[in-house]
């Protein structure tokens, strides 16, 4: 076991600055997302941490040990790569056991650990097969097995569900996150999906433009969103993001006034679709519907407010149709009020 | 509309059959008949004067020695040469470009180009000269320095056709997803051990493909050999071109014809074997 100290972390390709300046502590035993779109630096980072890329400047350090110039086998990780890097020249079982063959580990060792691994991915019936004969999703147990045979202290993951199509996916997810919950082994996991990142992480990450926008339990990061960035990534629908102007404390949106925590800067409400609700009496601020979906447990409403585009959640029973120009009322200590010009959330007095 | 058009496929590919029919089957089916004909009906005549040739076991051993010296130093050599041109971030292209211009060369011509270089008069003994290591000229390719004139023969041959090895070996490794060794280096395995359990495995259909290509190759040296030693060490495809054209004797310079086929055809049988990838070992 151990925790991870990510230390001023710089990555440049060229002119290109992949990462900048990146500080992160992941602690023993922590499951930590790195969640963002692509192109944001999620995986350098990863790659950093495993040794596969060297930082231009900066320090990892992984269990007290600065592991910065050490070579990747040194680091005493695991990691799980997004297309399984499953050895198609070797048995399930010699895969799930290559680690522990590196480590010159004694035949009935390897065996043992072997089969406990295998049991905890329930790949036990297939040890004797070659990794062609499998399919994605068996593929991806084998190289989860192969990682947490040989009992890292620290866990690596790629994007590993992306490439199992969507059902199989949720199944995944949900059992990585028991096996990893008993493992107990610190993980990051590289995702771009906000359903996995939420649904596994203790903690996730946002990174954006090679930097960590914000990070905090998944429901801190989907209440109080830090950066514009942070509120329309994550949830969906997206939040919405609505322009209006503070004058005495107060912000107008038609009939309705909401308390702002600023004045005299421009601002924009921050509003989660989910967050509003329709008022009986039409009262509220103003939301003309051009679309309704129609998604089963809810309606998904999408117009303007202000005649600024806005998608609003509603309950699925109610009775509202296009065109027409239905009332919201929202809590005031639920929305996010963002500063337009730097883009990040106002913190509220 | 299938049975109209149902003759089209056999016009499109009649053109080949027929080029490969006119220009390869039929010499083929003339060269084996020619082998084992002698006056007005079937004989192995050919086969026995061939063999009770005083050059014949003499030209048997010298080839097998040189493809069994030859094509091992050329894979290794191109491995080598291949792990290194992979690894290269700049300049790849340039350096797999140097690499390559010995394949640009016919082979006599690169024969002739070591001839120049190990002669008596050659580049090497002005050189060794010049620097006070001989006193003389030295004959570095007669019948005297067997050895010597294998060792140049060997030279020559690895300089000029080591490229061909390394072409096939690098557009293989290309085809090896780099996570693999990444896992394995994550895993714990060292540069060696990464290349021996993990990019060899998987190199192994190139492998397979470049040894066959150049062992039929070496069964088949001619030029160079003749270039550099004359009959001084004969080769069987050196031998066949004697009966042909200094001996008349088109039987005998068929049957070392087919007795060349023959072993490159079991070689190729032998790499086919052992090296085969089972298909579940695909990646």
Wanted: proline residues 6%; aromatic residues 8%.
């Amino acid at each position: 076991m151990a925790d991870i100290v990510i230390d001023r972390v710089v990555k440049e390709f060229g002119t290109f600055r992949a990462l900048q300046e990146v500080s992160l502590t992941v602690n023993d035993g922590e499951f930590v997302a790195l969640l963002g779109p692509s192109g944001c630096g999620k995986t350098t980072l990863l790659r950093i941490i495993a040794g596969l890329e060297t930082q231009t400047s900066g320090h990892v350090v992984i269990g007290g040990q600065d592991v910065s110039t050490l070579a990747p086998r040194k680091r005493g990780l695991a990691m799980v790569f997004q297309n399984y890097a499953v050895f198609p020249h070797m048995t399930v079982f010699e895969n799930v056991a290559f680690g522990l063959r590196m480590q010159k580990a004694q035949q009935a060792e390897v065996k043992r650990k072997v089969e406990r691994a295998a049991a905890l991915l329930h790949i036990e019936s297939y040890l004797d097969r070659y990794p062609a004969k499998l399919s994605g999703g068996q593929r991806q147990r084998v190289a989860v097995a192969r990682a947490l045979a040989v009992e890292p202290a620290v866990l690596l993951m790629d994007e590993p569900l992306s490439n199992l199509d969507a059902l199989l996916r949720l199944e995944m997810r949900t059992e990585l996150k028991a096996v990893l919950r008993e493992a107990g082994t610190t993980t990051i996991y590289v995702t771009h999906d906000q359903t996995e990142a939420m649904g596994l992480a203790d903690r996730i990450a946002v990174m954006y433009g090679g930097k960590i926008d914000q990070i905090g339990s998944p429901l801190e990061i989907y209440a109080t969103p830090a950066t514009r960035f942070v509120g329309g990534f994550i949830g969906s629908p997206p939040m919405n993001f609505i322009k209006v102007q503070c004058s005495h404390g107060t912000a107008r949106i038609g009939d309705a006034a909401l308390p702002c925590p600023t004045t005299g800067m421009d601002m924009e409400l921050g509003l989660r679709g989910e967050d509003a609700s329709l008022a009986p009496n039409g009262s509220g601020i103003p939301f003309d519907i051009r679309v309704v979906e129609p998604m089963g447990s809810h309606l998904l409403l999408t117009g303007s407010i202000d005649g600024q585009p806005a998608r609003i959640v509603a309950p699925p029973i109610a009775k509202v149709s296009p065109g027409e120009r239905v009332g919201l009322t929202v809590d005031p200590a639920r929305v996010t009020w963002i500063d337009s010009t730097t883009g990040r959330a106002v913190v509220r007095a | 509309m299938p049975a109209r058009t149902s003759w089209i496929p056999y016009a499109l590919i009649a053109p080949s059959v027929i080029f490969l029919g006119a220009l390869f089957l039929v010499p083929l089916v003339q060269t084996i008949w020619l082998s084992f004909s002698a006056g007005d009906g079937f004989s192995l005549g050919n086969y026995q004067r061939m063999a009770s040739d005083l050059n014949f076991s003499l030209a048997v051993r010298n080839t097998f020695l040189l493809t069994l010296v030859v094509v091992p130093l050329q894979v290794v050599l191109a491995l080598a040469m291949a792990t290194m041109v992979t690894k290269l971030d700049k300049g790849r292209d340039l350096v797999l470009w140097v690499l390559t211009i010995p394949l640009g060369i016919s082979d006599l011509a690169a024969g002739l180009a070591w001839l120049a270089l190990l002669q008596n008069t050659g580049y090497l003994n002005s050189a060794l000269y010049a620097l006070g290591l001989i006193q003389g000229p030295v004959g570095w390719l007669s019948q005297e320095t067997p050895w010597a004139l294998f060792f140049a023969i060997v030279l020559a041959e690895l300089w000029r056709a080591t490229a061909i090895v390394l072409v096939i070996l690098i557009a293989g490794l290309q085809l090896i997803p780099k996570e693999f060794s990444e896992a394995a280096e994550i895993f714990g395995a060292k540069p060696w051990t990464r290349f021996t359990r993990i990019t060899l495995p998987l190199l192994k259909p190139s492998l397979q493909s470049a040894l066959i290509l150049r062992t039929v190759l070496a069964f088949e040296v001619f030029a160079v050999v003749y270039a550099l030693g004359g009959r001084n060490f004969p080769v069987l495809a050196g031998e066949a071109y004697v009966w042909q054209n200094d001996n008349q004797n088109y039987g005998v310079a068929a049957a070392y014809a087919v007795l060349i086929m023959a072993i490159s055809l079991a070689a190729t049988a032998v790499y086919l074997r052992a090296l085969r990838t089972r298909p579940e070992q695909l990646p």
